[in-house]
């Protein structure tokens, strides 16, 4: 989205359709709250639930972590909370298996991009605050590092003596890429291991190859769920307390300090964080989960569950949100069922086809029929033929386009899928 299109839809001129606000609270639910409360008990209830090692892939050559060393350590990359988090959860099992200390890091990097915003860095950088004083509380130092992974990650794991790295997945070239950086310059004797903390069913075992469609891949997938999607185990105070702790992070200095795009300002809707998305998946489940299976493509209701900053920034689970919903859905099977299909099936989908299609973000991605149906039509006769600035500004013959470049629900979500004008 260029800076014209993110102003634009920020600004106070143009019609902005109005997003209904959600039916309150039924009556007979519980108190606000009930959720967070349910789920502590589930994470007591599942102490004793083993890790699936199948989650697991070393990068590196050794799997033995290092004699004498004096911590393991977490690299946070794409999950960004404490709890529900398998590559966490792996983490501290190992480290309490060797008797060591347990370490977390995030590398901080901005870059040189139009989608460097405010919002983006505001949410990443709360949300990760949420997590700092959760590692406290639990014995864990959690340390901000200010630079890229591949340049600062080896040098800090040697000079901290860590015994282990442990990491989650991603399945973007950029991400794959500082993976390579870190295990190449990492000390050979320190295993390298990544664990799919994102996905339901791990992303190399629901498929060993590129994925055709949704109707390829589900089976896979569905058949997978007994195995894979189960209960998390909670990460506890640690027992082994680090003798060198992590410097304390100036949060505020910290956001101040990065050269983003500032016109593009926090939601107001969207608080980052685990709390508030639980906060929300409660809401979810509460008021708009029954209207999700019949109402979730129109505009004018609102019926999403409103979760993806939190799961797109790894502050919630979405293993988490499928076992919540499957269990509180019972009186809205049609809507759960359609719900799991989005959340599970069709957004693994897309780790597949990032992972196994190097040209995932261009046409030379696309299957050889779709770029030859492209190429063949190429020439076409347009009905109406639009600039960017155009398509951007509305002003268009298409009425739904032309509000969808303008819509300003509670949420700042848009609603559906919706599709450019007919133009190219």
């Not at 590692?135 to 800090?156: E, T, V």
């Not at 949060?251 to 998305?277: I, M, N, Y």
């Not at 600039?387 to 559906?416: G, I, M, S, V, Y």
Request: proline fraction near 6%; hydrophobic fraction near 35%; glycine fraction near 4%.
């Amino acid at each position: 989205m260029s800076d014209r299109k993110r102003r634009a839809a920020s600004s106070s001129s143009g019609k902005r359709p109005k997003l209904p606000s959600a039916p309150d609270r039924e009556e007979g639910k519980e108190p606000a709250g009930w959720l967070l409360r349910a789920v502590q008990q589930q994470r007591e209830d599942a102490k004793d639930q083993s890790f699936n090692r199948k989650r697991l892939r070393f990068i590196s050559d050794t799997e033995k972590v290092t004699q004498g060393s004096e911590g393991i350590l977490y690299w946070m990359l794409r999950d960004q909370r404490v709890q529900d988090n398998w590559a966490l959860i792996h983490a501290q099992q190992l480290a309490a298996q060797e008797n060591l200390p347990l370490h977390v890091c995030f590398c901080l990097v901005v870059p040189k991009s139009p989608l460097s915003t405010l919002r983006h860095y505001s949410f990443l950088l709360k949300g990760l605050e949420e997590v700092a004083k959760e590692c406290k509380q639990l014995n864990i130092q959690f340390h901000l590092l200010r630079g890229a992974a591949g340049d600062l990650l080896p040098a800090f794991v040697s000079d901290r003596d860590f015994g282990a790295v442990v990491t989650d997945f991603s399945p973007l070239r950029e991400h794959l890429q500082l993976l390579k950086d870190v295990q190449k310059k990492l000390k050979k004797d320190v295993p390298l291991m990544q664990v799919d903390a994102h996905n339901v069913v791990p992303c190399w075992e629901a498929s060993p190859k590129l994925e055709y469609a949704a109707r390829t891949i589900r089976g896979k997938i569905t058949s997978r769920l007994p195995e894979f999607l189960t209960d998390f185990p909670a990460v506890e105070k640690h027992p082994h307390t680090a003798v060198r702790t992590a410097k304390p992070v100036d949060w505020d200095k910290a956001l101040a300090s990065l050269d983003v795009d500032r016109s593009v300002e926090e939601p107001q809707w969207a608080k980052p964080g685990t709390a508030a998305g639980m906060a929300m998946l409660e809401s979810f489940i509460d008021v708009r989960l029954k209207l999700f299976n019949t109402h979730r493509n129109d505009p004018n209701s609102a019926a999403l569950s409103q979760l993806s900053p939190w799961i797109r920034f790894g502050h919630l689970s979405a293993q988490r949100v499928a076992l919540q919903v499957r269990r509180c859905g019972k009186n809205a099977t049609e809507s759960v069922a359609s719900f799991i299909e989005e959340l599970v099936v069709r957004r693994e989908l897309t780790d597949n086809f990032c992972f196994y299609n190097e040209n995932y973000d261009s046409v030379k991605g696309a299957y050889e029929w779709a770029q030859k149906t492209l190429k063949d039509h190429a020439k076409d006769k347009r009905e109406y033929l639009y600039t960017r600035e155009q398509l951007e500004q509305a002003q268009t013959h298409d009425k739904l386009w032309n509000a969808a470049q303008f819509f300003d629900p509670p949420n700042d979500e848009h609603q559906c899928r919706v599709g450019p004008p007919a133009v190219f």
